[in-house]
């Protein structure tokens, strides 16, 4: 007979029980999420107000800014308030709704950081082509494609997670609920472990795709009679193929990685490397840095000053 202990809600572990350096992650915490979220907001500002950035890269960037923000926005804030008030405990249904929700977004930031690397692949390599192979309603349809399976593969995790009561302590060894720690009874260990393979099998065919995409893309570059030519082209593929090895290795360690009663300092690590970092370094590593980018930011705040200077 399986031991089921019928809980009402589950109790976070923070990164420390000394109530002062609680206070300190809030507050560092704050700041980041901050952070990820201006410079993410910045971004989709950018990209939505000029016009010369409606092209399909952007509007993939743009669609990876939205993702950004809503998965950073997931378990920071709750994770802030706790810090704040010293209360880590969460109820059945808000784990539910954030681990959907994480999900969700995750799966997503997957499948457009995938969709990227094609897009990439065309302008290598087809560049003649690149303006037929990506128009509007192919870039339309890949971005709703990545947010529609991920909503999917969110819900179908989590009702294949919560379908039963949970067996054993309400405590969750991380500073949200992280799937590892909300393992259901073994009855609907079936479920879950689907649910896995189908995360697994849909994580590495993504993978798998980005990195073909990439090898085509060397192939190509590496054929450029400049260097000049060259080290533009791997500038613009390199960063994006590691932020999505780094996410896709720290999403492994969030979501597959067999739960620990008392996980180490690298897995909470891990965990906000996985949540935190990316909605950072993503907008630093595809956008900021991009000339385009920053041509866009002065011609938005040149005509800001011009229509101030027109009102005075």
Not at 103 to 112: H, R
Request: hydrophobic share 50%; net charge neutral; charged share 10%.
């Amino acid at each position: 007979m399986t031991n089921v202990t019928l809980v009402s809600g589950f109790l976070l572990v923070g990164f420390s029980e000394v109530l002062e350096i609680q206070i300190l992650h809030g507050v560092f915490f704050l700041l980041m999420y901050l952070a990820a979220v201006m410079s993410n907001i910045i971004i989709i500002t950018l990209m939505t107000l000029d016009l010369q950035l409606h092209t399909p890269m952007y509007f993939f960037l743009k669609n990876l800014s939205f993702l950004n923000v809503f998965l950073v926005s997931v378990p920071i804030p709750k994770f802030i308030v706790s810090s704040l008030t010293h209360n880590y405990s969460i109820s059945i249904l808000g784990c539910a709704f954030q681990l959907l929700l994480m999900t969700f977004f995750s799966a997503g930031e997957i499948f457009i950081l995938t969709a990227m690397s094609y897009d990439r692949y065309i302008a290598v390599c087809y560049p003649l082509h690149y303006g037929v192979i990506m128009n509007g309603s192919t870039c339309v349809l890949m971005a709703s494609a990545s947010w529609a399976i991920g909503g999917l593969f969110g819900a179908v995790f989590t009702a294949g997670t919560f379908s039963t009561p949970f067996c054993g302590s309400i405590v969750i060894p991380q500073f949200f609920c992280d799937i590892p720690s909300l393992f259901s009874c073994s009855e609907t260990l079936v479920v879950v472990y689907a649910s896995i393979w189908i995360g697994m099998c849909l994580g590495m065919s993504c993978f798998i795709c980005v990195v073909i995409s990439y090898i085509y893309i060397f192939l190509t570059v590496l054929k450029i009679s400049t260097t000049t030519g060259q080290s533009k082209a791997f500038s613009t593929c390199l960063p994006h193929l590691t932020v999505f090895t780094v996410f896709v290795i720290a999403a492994y360690f969030v979501y597959l990685k067999p739960s620990l009663k008392t996980p180490s300092v690298i897995d909470k690590l891990l965990s906000v490397l996985y949540t935190v970092i990316p909605p950072i370094l993503n907008p630093l590593v595809y956008s900021l840095r991009n000339k385009d980018m920053k041509q866009a930011l002065i011609r938005l705040l040149s005509k800001r000053h011009n229509q101030e200077d027109h009102y005075i």
